[in-house]
């Protein structure tokens, strides 16, 4: 999955856990990066979103 189809579906969502299923990542922190997205930001989206 391209960067920008990747990047447009965490501005949508806000769903950080979903874009790192899609991308097949096991670690948080290697979606946070590949999306640019600063880490305070990745932690509260991910506290708010309830599983």
């Given at each position: ?17 979903a874009v790192q299923l899609l991308l ?28």
């Open positions: 999955m391209r960067r920008t189809k990747v990047a447009q579906i965490y501005r949508k969502t806000g769903d950080l856990r097949g990542h096991t670690k948080m922190d290697s979606t946070v990066r590949y999306l640019g997205v600063e880490i305070e930001d990745a932690l509260a989206i991910a506290e708010a979103v309830e599983i």
